[in-house]
């Protein structure tokens, strides 16, 4: 039976990708997006493309009143969300916490972190108190535990978001709503410009990853449609690391 699907940050890389995966395991996906309407009307037509339902909501996902229009107008079109994928996010600064500035804190904060959360209440705001067969997957990153100068702003988040996952997961377990999170190495998406248009720069961080390569947006996708399937029924509060091997080099730097 179709599900209806909550795709955030649904207009580009992993979101987008994830959009069209849902679209073809024939559900009804709400392409949630920033700013770039003709961006998402794409993932709308990739979703339909592929057998799926779609249509599409703007939202800034750090304003806890788009966010609940966003959702108000999904449970109006198709009824409450069975399944969230949070994947708006915004990318580490590059500057130092000694000259970071608070505006910059705050933007990343309140993207990747409050984002979470606001996406997140309003999604079990919209089931109610009957136990379901609903899951939320928040995009995190390696980075919530590894660590990296000039990401204090993303790690926090990021990090963040890992104990948001962890606590969201036992508070609904006893309704059967599953919470994860899945944490994506070096995937080629916008936010990883440089490395598409630059080949000696993808060389040099792909000679990091044991695997040798970056990973595809469609690689997280299949993991979030299986995340969200019945195969993972027994799976919440995990953190499910992709990324070809990458983080397990932390240590041998010296
Ligand atoms: N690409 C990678 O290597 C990588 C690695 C680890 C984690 N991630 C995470 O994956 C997620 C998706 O990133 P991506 O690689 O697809 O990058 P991307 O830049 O292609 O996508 C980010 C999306 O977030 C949306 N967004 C940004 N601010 C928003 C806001 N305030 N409200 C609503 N939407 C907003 C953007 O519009 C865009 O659609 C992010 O959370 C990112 O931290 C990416």
Not at 79 to 99: C, E, F, W, Y
């Given at each position: 039976m179709a599900r209806t699907i909550v795709v955030t940050g649904a207009e580009s890389g992993i979101g987008a990708a994830c959009a069209e995966a849902f679209g073809a395991a024939g559900d009804r996906v709400c392409v949630i997006y920033h700013a770039d309407a003709e961006a998402a009307q794409r993932s709308v037509a990739a979703?339909?493309?592929?057998?799926?339902?779609?249509?599409?909501?703007?939202?800034?996902?750090?304003?806890?009143?788009?966010?609940?229009?966003?959702?108000?107008?999904?449970?109006?079109?198709?009824?409450?969300?069975?399944?969230?994928?949070?994947?708006?996010?915004?990318?580490?600064?590059?500057?130092?916490?000694?000259?970071?500035a608070l505006e910059q804190w705050q933007r990343l904060i309140t993207t990747d972190l409050t984002g979470a959360f606001l996406t997140s209440r309003r999604f079990l705001k919209g089931r109610g108190e009957a136990p379901a067969d609903a899951s939320i997957i928040h995009i995190s990153s390696i980075h919530a535990y590894a660590v990296r100068a000039g990401g204090a702003d993303y790690c926090a988040a990021k990090g963040g978001l890992t104990n948001l996952v962890e606590t969201m997961a036992i508070e609904e377990a006893p309704r059967g709503i599953r919470v994860n999170a899945i944490e994506p190495g070096m995937i080629l998406t916008p936010m990883n410009a440089r490395a598409q248009s630059d080949p000696a720069y993808r060389q040099s961080l792909e000679q990091n990853i044991p695997m040798g390569r970056a990973g595809d947006p469609s690689e997280v996708a299949d993991l979030a449609v299986f995340l969200a399937s019945d195969h993972a029924r027994y799976i919440t509060g995990a953190r499910i690391v992709i990324d070809g091997g990458l983080s397990l080099m932390q240590a041998l730097g010296a």
């Open positions: 979703v339909q493309a592929r057998g799926g339902e779609a249509m599409s909501v703007q939202a800034d996902v750090g304003d806890e009143y788009g966010v609940d229009a966003a959702f108000t107008a999904v449970e109006r079109t198709w009824g409450a969300a069975d399944v969230l994928i949070n994947s708006a996010g915004l990318n580490m600064s590059g500057v130092s916490v000694r000259t970071m």
